[in-house]
């Protein structure tokens, strides 16, 4: 039988502030610094480990700060697909090869609208707003999001169906996320929402008049912000009855 040496204390002592140390979130360890203090930071588990705050809290604010970041980055990402659109457009169709939904186009087009513009000065004024208030939205909850997304969609369908015009662009989502931040508060009457909604209000309600067409600008497709904005109201409406998750 082999036998291995025994460790010496102060061997000892530091492997179990290593394990300590593992245990310690994100978040506490960036608190701890990065000098490799050994012994600053188990003291720090030790003196944790007397708050009458739960390890679990800790861990739950990292995940938080996680998602913060990926909710940040998540707008930025989906607009890389209408901006590379349109410099694949303008570099080599000439501004031709556009994507719209309309009459004779198949299902696909439904699903490309959102990502094909007229320009890049159509891309820029729906980018400016697209990000703000995707963010706002994404602060309920990435689910709220997509359901924005998929109202918008159900809406654009009949769109697609019927109207006798093609159009495309992400005004539709724009005016869907509008819609949704501007009905959830008053359906859920909780602090953020109202707050969301209020702000918005402020912020946004100059452009509602733009979905009258006696309002909307020549050229424009009233009748695809008018159906986003009903998209972002099934949304509101569809996740304040959806069942909490436990």
Same mark, same amino acid.
């Given at each position: 039988m082999r036998c291995w040496p025994r460790q010496a204390p102060e061997q000892q002592?530091?492997?179990?502030?290593?394990?300590? +140390?593992?245990?310690?979130?994100?978040?506490?360890? /960036? /608190?701890?610094?990065?000098?490799?203090? /050994?012994?600053?930071?188990?003291?720090?588990?030790? +003196?944790l480990q007397r708050l009458p705050v739960s390890a679990s809290w800790f861990q739950r /604010? +990292?995940?938080?700060f996680a998602q913060l970041g990926g909710n940040l980055v998540l707008p930025l990402l989906i607009l890389a697909v209408p901006w590379g659109q349109e410099l694949i457009d303008q570099l080599f169709f000439a501004g031709r090869w556009n994507l719209p939904m309309g009459p004779g186009s198949s299902f696909v087009g439904v699903l490309t609208a959102p990502f094909s513009h007229g320009g890049f000065g159509h891309l820029l004024a729906n980018s400016l707003v697209f990000v703000p208030l995707s963010w706002l939205v994404l602060l309920k909850g990435r689910r709220d999001y997509l359901a924005v997304w998929l109202g918008v969609y159900a809406t654009a369908i009949p769109v697609w169906l019927l109207w006798p015009t093609s159009s495309h662009g992400l005004s539709g989502v724009v005016y869907g996320l509008l819609a949704y931040l501007l009905l959830i508060g008053w359906l859920e009457r909780r602090p953020l929402s109202l707050l969301l909604s209020l702000l918005c209000l402020i912020s946004y309600g100059g452009v509602l008049p733009s979905l009258l067409p006696i309002f909307s600008p020549v050229g424009v497709s009233w009748i695809g912000h008018v159906s986003g904005f009903g998209g972002g109201l099934l949304a509101a409406w569809g996740m304040h009855h959806s069942p909490v998750d436990p």
């Open positions: 002592q530091g492997s179990q502030r290593h394990a300590g +140390d593992a245990e310690i979130p994100v978040v506490l360890r /960036l /608190l701890a610094g990065n000098d490799g203090s /050994l012994r600053w930071r188990g003291s720090m588990h030790a +003196d /604010l +990292d995940r938080s």
